[in-house]
């Protein structure tokens, strides 16, 4: 369920409106427009702030070649949760996204992608029927195309106030990284702060290659949660993207600014990888039928 834990933090490191922002990491004031143009990263300390779905696209796909899908789906209210509609309504003001995931496709240094990213100002970019939905048609639409996944996450969890079908789009989206796997097609999982809850006990976990961003929070619960149910201190940086690197969950910690260069060499090494894969296949079967010409009837 969406963690709270996500509220206070999404306060504090948010990109605040105006002119000018305070470096949560340096405390430095920056521009606001620089702060913009680096994609959310600190010039002076290489803090990452939390930036939005479409900010998110724009720093990984070539410029003019991303085309959007699934916009026509529309958030429902199946439990009729309290409120629900009026926070939805809050989100999409301040996120300017309808929901919190952005899916569809583009060129990532001119290879083609299908991609989806998750957007955390929209209800702490918990995942309800639109998000899982739209991750999914994603990796269909990759599954198709035969091209690669790309999905950046960065979630509180599952969406609480769409109850079970929120947890449904858990086997959902498993689902369809998994027809993905199947047919061959690599599948890069980016995680950003924080990726948790339902989002990282799924799909977010399925990645043929996971790559983090710095200091991002990945886990399942919160550590507060861990550290008051078990009664037990947690090791320091527990749940921390370099915990996890070292721990083995993690293939590689990528700041920012290289994410996009790092995703294409992982993409062009398994694209190599299955020309090699193909021309040994071919030499082979040439080698079989040399080894059994036809026999005479
Ligand atoms: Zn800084």
């Not at 029927?129 to 790309?150: S, W």
């Not at 509180?156 to 027809?179: F, N, P, Y």
Request: charged fraction near 25%.
């Amino acid at each position: 369920m969406v963690a709270s834990m996500g509220w206070q933090w999404r306060k504090k490191k948010n990109i605040p409106g105006g002119l000018w922002t305070k470096c949560p990491g340096c405390g430095a004031m920056l521009q606001r427009k620089k702060v913009d143009e680096t994609f959310g990263v600190c010039t002076e300390c290489q803090f990452h702030f939390k930036i939005g779905a479409r900010q998110r696209i724009a720093s990984l796909i070539d410029d003019g070649t991303f085309a959007e899908i699934a916009t026509d789906l529309e958030t429902k209210d199946p439990l009729g949760f309290g409120g629900y509609s009026d926070t939805l309504e809050r989100s999409r003001k301040k996120s300017g996204v309808d929901e919190a995931a952005v899916a569809g496709h583009g060129k990532l240094d001119g290879i083609p992608v299908g991609i989806a990213a998750l957007d955390f100002n929209f209800v702490g970019g918990s995942m309800g029927v639109v998000v899982g939905t739209r991750v999914m048609l994603a990796a269909e639409l990759a599954l198709e195309r035969r091209i690669p996944l790309v999905v950046v996450s960065t979630s509180g969890g599952a969406r609480m106030q769409e109850g079970a079908l929120s947890l449904m789009q858990m086997a959902k989206t498993s689902a369809a990284i998994a027809r993905l796997g199947e047919a061959g097609l690599p599948y890069v999982s980016v995680l950003a702060d924080p990726c948790t809850g339902g989002v990282i006990a799924s799909y977010a976990a399925l990645g043929d290659v996971i790559l983090a961003e710095p200091h991002a929070l990945v886990g399942y619960a919160g550590p507060r949660v861990i550290q008051t149910t078990i009664g037990a201190q947690l090791p320091e940086g527990f749940q921390k993207a370099e915990f996890l690197l070292d721990h083995g969950f993690v293939d590689r910690i990528v700041p920012r600014p290289q994410m996009k260069a790092e995703i294409a060499t992982c993409l062009r090494y398994f694209s190599a990888r299955d020309d090699r894969r193909r021309r040994l296949e071919g030499l082979e079967l040439a080698a079989t039928a040399v080894a059994k010409p036809p026999q005479p009837d």
